[in-house]
Each structure stands twice: as structure tokens, then as C-alpha cells.
């Protein structure tokens, strides 16, 4: 005979179901709101408070408190937290797969800037390039100079800094690299597009998206799109152009650096202080 307090049953929708398993598996998810979505699912398995306590290590009434939370607020109910009320839990493709080195803020050898840099891209990338269907990852690595501290040769898309000139002005500039990933089978990308304007970087990738999108064939991942196509075609893809994405360090290398902007969105991105601020 079943002793204590009944506890209330908790079921889910598959909606509620597939976002809670996704927050499970995303390493990038804040690993508090992945504990309290296994917590949940196990208790919509219909396993006890207890049950479910000694299997994550966390105290009964921590249990308790997810589940009657889940109950009240639903998903909402995992997200009271402030952090996760600024940061997202579940960020978009281009943003989660944004890796940067610490570029010219704090390193002697960067050729251009690349934090700053890679917000502004991937704000944009999220508003302006659709990823096609089933494509929920796609890892953008940006290093300031060859020394490759972002790992960019193992990015679905590579950058790496370098300078060029543009209208007669030297402008900062960025190479880019495809074919590199983990996996089965590792490989470092190849530099198919040189010295491409930072500016033009954006349209380069909406280009190469794009492409993919067209030509795919179903359910091939990007990195199998890659692999089929030699680096004059993907060179070809990847075609620089100037879009609405505007660039506020092209020439400000190596002069002044800020904090990063407090909303999402690509206006709010600071542009540089004076260099005698
Ligand atoms: S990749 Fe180059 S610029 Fe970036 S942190 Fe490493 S050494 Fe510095």
C-alpha cells in the first residue's frame, strides 16, 4: 500500500516533451535548466520524488520543487531564474555555434577584431539567413590571426583575420574555410575564399547557406555538401557581397575596445569608443 502524500501526475505534450530532451542534450544549454528538464521527464515516467532524487543526486525536495513548478508554470515554470530571462536557454543555430579567440581586445598578435565582431555576425545571420529544414547546428569559428586559438579548421565555416584593401583603403578582412569538422571523419578545412572584406564576410555565408539550401540533397548535412564539392565550386558558393550588414571596426584596427552591448540585437552593438577616450 502506497505510504506519504499522493503525488500529482505529470504528463506531457510531445511539444513539451521534445523541448524538455532538447534542453537535455544541448551542451551549450545552462546546465541548471538541463537538470531540472531531466528531473521533469523523469517524473513524467512516473518515477517517485525519491526515485527520481537518488537517480540525479539532488534532494527530495528539490524534486518537489521542479515538479510542482513544471505543474504550475509548465515549461515557463523551469525558466524563473534571471540569468535565463537575459541569456536564452535555447539560442539560435548561428549564435550557439559562434566561437571567437580573444582577437585584438587583449591579444598582441590579433590582425583584427573578432568578439565584437562575431556577436554582430551572428545577430545578423539570425535575422537575415533561414538554415534549411533539419539543419539545427551550424558552428561558425572566428580566429583573429593563423594561430587558430577558435579552433576555426574544425568549424562548418572557418574565419581567420588577415587585411586587404577596399576602395583604395586598407580594411580589415577575413579568410574563409570549409570542409573542416570531428567525427568520423576529421578533417581541417581548406581556405577556399581569401581576404574576403569583413563587411562581406555576412554575405559570403548567406550566399553559401543559400546554395546549400538549393542544391542539397535530402537530409545531407552540410558538412556531407562540403565534402561533395571541390574548393573551386565551394569557392563559388561562397561568394562575397555587400548586404545590409554594416561594420563598424573596418578600420579601426588595433585602437579601442568596449564592453559588450546589453540587448540582443544587432543596433545595440557598440561601436568603438575614440582611440584618445
Ligand atoms: S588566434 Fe591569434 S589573435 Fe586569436 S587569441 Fe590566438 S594568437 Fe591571438
Redesign the pocket.
Known amino acids: 500500500m502506497p505510504r506519504g502524500r499522493p503525488i500529482p501526475a505529470l504528463t506531457l505534450t510531445p511539444d513539451e516533451r521534445e523541448t524538455l530532451e532538447r534542453w537535455t542534450r544541448r551542451p551549450k544549454s545552462a546546465q541548471a535548466l538541463a537538470q531540472r528538464a531531466r528531473i521533469v521527464l523523469a517524473c513524467a515516467a512516473g518515477k517517485s520524488n525519491t526515485m527520481v532524487a537518488a537517480e540525479y543526486r539532488v534532494s527530495q525536495p528539490t524534486v518537489g520543487k521542479w515538479r510542482g513548478r513544471f505543474l504550475r508554470g509548465r515549461l515557463d515554470g523551469l525558466l524563473d531564474e534571471p540569468l535565463l530571462a537575459e541569456y536564452s536557454p535555447d539560442p539560435h543555430p548561428f549564435q550557439r555555434g559562434s566561437i571567437a579567440?580573444?582577437?585584438t581586445e587583449f591579444?598582441s598578435?590579433?590582425i583584427v577584431e573578432?568578439k565584437n565582431r562575431q556577436v554582430r555576425y551572428s545577430r545578423w545571420l539570425k535575422e537575415n539567413v533561414d538554415l534549411p529544414e533539419g539543419i539545427e547546428d551550424f558552428h561558425i569559428h572566428l580566429?583573429?590571426?593563423t594561430?587558430?586559438?577558435?579552433q576555426p579548421q574544425i568549424a562548418d565555416v572557418s574565419l581567420r583575420g588577415m587585411k586587404t584593401r577596399k576602395d583604395g583603403e586598407p580594411v580589415e578582412a577575413l579568410d574563409i574555410g570549409l570542409g573542416g569538422g570531428l567525427g568520423e571523419n576529421p578533417n581541417f578545412a581548406d581556405w577556399v575564399v581569401q581576404r574576403v572584406p569583413a563587411d562581406e564576410v555576412p554575405g559570403a555565408i548567406a550566399n553559401l547557406v543559400a546554395g546549400f539550401a538549393e542544391e542539397r540533397s535530402e537530409g545531407e548535412t552540410f558538412r556531407e555538401f562540403v565534402v561533395e564539392r571541390d574548393e573551386e565550386e565551394l569557392a563559388e558558393l561562397c561568394e562575397p557581397e555587400e548586404t545590409s550588414y554594416e561594420d563598424p571596426y573596418m578600420h579601426n584596427t588595433k585602437q579601442t575596445w568596449y564592453p559588450y552591448a546589453e540587448e540582443d540585437d544587432l543596433d545595440s552593438s557598440p561601436a568603438p569608443s575614440p582611440a584618445d577616450d
Open positions: 579567440c580573444t582577437g591579444c598578435l590579433s573578432t580566429s583573429g590571426c594561430a587558430s586559438c577558435a
